[in-house]
């Protein structure tokens, strides 16, 4: 009796990377700025030293005005409101495109672009960070933190359409 071996032509199904890497790194993001200025209220000798060190190096290699943190108990978060808006945004775009099933029109209309349009697309909000901090330190205005805030999340919410829509498995499949 003569065996035949079936074929299959179907490419192999992409891999998907897993979600909690996205999450991990989003709630890092969100919760480390406020949590430096908590250890560094303690006064403890560890918990005092790690919240000093968070702020030393997101403020020297991140954030490009940390003299605009908010304060928290009387000490500056670890960036700048409008960095910290930016991390917000970001998860704002990953909750909303993680509506399993449910996508939003336009949503669909932006993943059906080609990514570097996407990308283009997505940069645009962050022309209003230079403009901001050029005028900050020429002295042709202030911002108040809570436009920093807004400023930061507009265009933390337009980079994290780009990211979900870039991360393989994240974004729900395109309906045809």
């Known amino acids: 009796m003569a065996t035949t071996a079936l074929v299959s032509t179907a490419p192999p199904a992409p891999r ?13 993001l969100i919760l480390g700025p406020i949590i430096s200025p908590l250890f560094r209220a303690t006064g403890l ?7 000093w060190l968070a702020r030393e190096l997101l403020a020297t290699y991140v ?9 928290l108990f009387g000490m500056p978060m670890a960036v700048c409101a409008r960095c ?3 991390t917000l945004g970001l998860m704002a775009a990953r909750v ?3 509506q399993r099933g449910h996508t939003w029109a336009p949503l669909q209309l932006f993943r059906a672009m080609p990514w570097a ?18 005028g900050h330190y020429n002295a042709w205005w ?3 933190l809570w436009l920093l805030l807004v400023n930061g999340a507009q265009a933390g919410f337009a980079a994290g359409l780009l990211f979900c829509s870039l991360w393989p498995g994240l974004w729900p ?3 045809a």
Request: glycine fraction near 4%; hydrophobic fraction near 55%.
């Open 173 to 175: 499949a395109k309906t």
């Open 63 to 71: 954030c490009p005005t940390p003299e605009r943190s908010p304060l």
């Open 142 to 144: 202030y911002a108040p």
């Open 96 to 98: 909303l495109a993680d």
């Open 84 to 86: 910290w808006g930016a």
């Open 16 to 28: 998907l990377w897993p979600r909690w890497a996205l999450d991990a790194i989003l709630w890092t």
């Open 45 to 51: 000798p560890l918990l005092a030293d790690a919240g």
């Open 117 to 134: 349009l996407r990308l283009l697309l997505c940069a645009l909000p962050f022309l209003l960070w230079p403009l901001e901090i050029v």
